[in-house]
């Protein structure tokens, strides 16, 4: 059997030839279209199988196969530890889209965003050194080595601005600031999203959506193979928060339309130009909340727009279907036997290519055209990470063909993050951050409150008189499993341990709030705990679903405050202080923080919807880290890790709090000076890595 989009020996990842190979599938489609008998025959010149006729009915399975998230994690390896990770990568992802090409006749290849940020790789040729116009980038020159059909974009895409993403595209973006004539080597398939216009233009920044022309290798009524032509349309969509978390970069040059109100609009065009099937590639989730144009995970609403047949989703980096216990959507519409979103076949392909999305879309031919059976599809995951037989962890081998075609910007990329800044008497972790260890966060939060105060000190004299403190999260919090966690050795400090402090590459935004804000704030970043039974004997998790990306925490000794997680949320937050003092709820207060919780975070406080900012800098708070550290670069744990603003109330429970994290991690809790917390067993039982531990709240 051979792949309907190009057979594997004249697979090339060479962008000129893939480009000639487009347009030659496109003639060849178009040329069956008109004369079917001339085409009806195997590629090999087999003329075995009869040509379709009008009446003849077929059919045929098209799988859509999912990459989502990749972050630019092009090879399985961590550039923060300098050590490969073979939990991840999308050199392992290519070798379950081979195996699903040689199971599946027919195949479609989507990407669904967030694809060109995440690693230190990514910033290195964006930002270090920024790859020329005629050089693709080394992920997407890794994705050409798989031939991706289509894609759509992410709000990450926007990251490093427009200019940016024009040559990375291959240019063409017609918006302010930018040359839309430049000609670069682009990124190797069709982008299409529908759903963020040019300001300039008022007409969608890149193509809303593409027909692409294919054939189908079909089974005809008298059981005999026959090659029959189908359009597929593809139309992407992504969230619009990126108009606040890159407001410096796209205000006034683009603008958001709400994904269902864009999919009503260019579904029917789509159909007009003889799309038999449509993909929707929606870079959001699904969120269960009434709909509204802005909103981030709109997926349970775009589902129920007429003319989808199968939907991609993405942004949560979770995973869809799920068919865990407790499966991670559960809202009415989505069914995760079944692999349905309001009985569209859809999935969610996890992040960081750990995951290949299959949907099988079962086909029927009438003699004219195409129409997908609505019972009968299927859809699933493949993981790169399994078990074998003993419950051992086994890994998908790696794509041998990956690597080269990247190795030398791998190379550069960890010669650049090795550079020394540093160096630290203590290991800077956040593997007990949720309990109350300030060592990985502190120095965080000292260098945007350093970075803010000398600003206003200079350029903002109006608000010189106000307190500048800062928040931040520990962002890497054990969610990927034991091996995602902050964790900087004692010993020198190289620019891969400072970008390891601070995950993401968010911009340093100031606030202005007031002690009223301050404790509604804190109360929010409590529902990062379970509300705890005091008489409960059995066992009781500590940590709730809430990500630890949004726990955000002060960590001076100027404001103090509790955490009764025995109570309710909303009701957390005791004896909250400022310079020793019961908090003035009138007083106000500059906090430095980031983009995305200055812009997008009303649901912490309504304030933090943008309009309580009072700076947003150029600058990226991973960026204003790295230079805290060349400016003061011996850290010490007394000056720079030991402060903590808070603590848990006291109580005594009848039975064990427990909380997961990493394995022989004790010394780290001892080091932190956190007594009330032992280990409780050396593997936790979720088949991530991780040790079970427990806090005693009366300590």
């Known amino acids: 059997m051979q792949d309907f989009y190009w057979s594997g020996a004249n697979r090339r990842a060479d962008g000129f030839l893939w480009a000639l190979q487009q347009r030659r599938h496109l003639l060849t489609a178009v040329a069956c279209a008109a004369l079917l008998a001339a085409c009806g025959g195997s590629d090999d010149g087999d003329a075995s199988a009869p040509p379709p006729t009008a009446s003849q009915s077929a059919t045929a399975t098209l799988a859509v196969l999912e990459t989502t998230d990749l972050h630019f994690n092009v090879r399985s390896y961590d550039y923060f530890k300098l050590a490969e990770d073979k939990t991840y990568g999308f050199e392992r992802t290519a070798t379950l889209i081979r195996q699903a090409r040689k199971e599946f006749a027919n195949t479609l290849l989507v990407d669904n965003g967030d694809t060109i940020q995440g690693t230190a790789l990514a910033d290195y040729e964006a930002e270090v050194k920024p790859i020329p116009c005629s050089q693709q980038l080394s992920m997407y020159k890794a994705m050409g080595a798989l031939s991706f059909d289509a894609g759509t974009l992410g709000n990450h895409e926007f990251n ?46 890149v193509q809303p959506y593409a027909v692409l022309e294919r054939t189908m290798v079909a089974k005809g009524s008298d059981g005999k193979e026959v090659k029959l032509p189908i359009k597929i349309g593809v139309i992407g969509f992504t ?5 606040n978390w890159d407001k410096r ?21 789509l159909r007009a130009k003889g799309a038999d099937v449509v993909v929707a590639l929606l870079h959001g989730g699904m969120d269960g909340s009434a709909y509204s144009a802005t909103m981030e995970n709109p997926g349970l609403h775009l589902s129920k727009v007429a003319g989808i047949d199968a939907m991609v989703m993405g942004h949560q980096h979770s995973v869809f279907p799920d068919l865990s216990a407790k499966p991670a959507y559960s809202q009415a519409g989505v069914d995760n036997q079944a692999g349905t979103v309001n009985g569209v076949p859809a999935v969610m392909a996890s992040s960081w290519g750990k995951a290949l999305g299959v949907i099988q879309l079962p086909l029927q031919w009438d003699g004219k055209k195409w129409s997908v059976v609505k019972t009968g599809s299927k859809s699933e995951l493949r993981n790169i990470q399994n078990k074998d037989a003993a419950g051992s962890a086994v890994f998908v081998d790696a794509d041998p063909a990956i690597a080269p075609l990247i190795e030398t910007q791998h190379q550069a990329a960890i010669s650049y993050v090795k550079t020394p800044i540093g160096s630290t008497d203590f290991r800077m972790s956040t593997l007990f951050a949720d309990v109350g260890d300030p060592g990985a966060i502190q120095i965080v939060n000292q260098a945007q409150q350093a970075y803010v105060a000398n600003y206003i000190e200079s350029s903002l004299p109006q608000y010189a008189n106000l ?36 995950l993401y590459p968010n911009t340093v935004y100031a606030v202005k709030v007031n002690g009223a804000d301050v404790k509604d704030w804190l109360e929010a970043a409590a529902q990062r705990f379970n509300q705890i039974d005091v008489n409960k004997t059995t066992e009781q998790q500590l940590i709730s679903s809430f990500p630890g990306y949004n726990f955000d925490m002060f960590t001076t000794a100027d404001m103090q405050y509790e955490i009764d997680v025995t109570q309710p949320k909303g009701s957390r937050i005791k004896n909250l202080s400022y310079l020793g003092k019961p908090i003035d709820k009138a007083q106000e207060f500059i906090i430095a923080t980031n983009n995305y919780r200055a812009t997008s975070g009303a649901s912490f406080i309504p304030k933090l919807n943008g309009s309580s900012t009072i700076w947003a800098s150029p600058d990226a708070n991973r960026d204003v ?42 010394s780290v809790a001892q080091a932190a000076a956190l007594t009330g917390v032992s280990l409780s067993a050396a593997d936790d039982g979720s088949g991530k890595g991780m040790a079970k531990y427990q806090i005693d709240f009366s300590k």
Do not use: H
């Not at 969230?239 to 108009?243: D, N, V």
């Open 467 to 502: 307190p500048v403190l800062s928040v931040s999260a520990p962002f890497k919090s054990g969610f990927q499993g034991g091996k995602d966690f902050t964790d900087v050795a004692a010993g020198p400090m190289a620019i891969y341990n400072a970008a390891d402090l601070y």
């Open 239 to 243: 969230t619009p928060g990126i108009m």
């Open 249 to 269: 970069f796209l205000e006034g040059k683009v603008y958001t339309e709400g994904a269902v109100e864009s999919a009503q609009k260019y579904l029917p065009e």
């Open 625 to 666: 880290v790295i230079e805290y550290v060349r400016k003061n670069p011996q850290i010490t744990r007394a000056v720079n890790g030991a402060a903590k603003s808070w603590r848990f109330a006291k109580v005594t429970t009848a039975g064990p709090v427990i909380f997961s994290s990493g394995v022989d991690a004790m």
């Open 160 to 205: 490093y601005g427009l200019p940016f993403l024009n040559q990375v595209l291959g240019g063409g973006l017609n918006v302010d600031g930018v040359d839309a004539g430049q000609k670069c080597a682009g990124n190797g398939y069709p982008a299409v999203l529908a759903n963020v216009y040019s300001s300039k233009t008022q007409k969608p920044l």
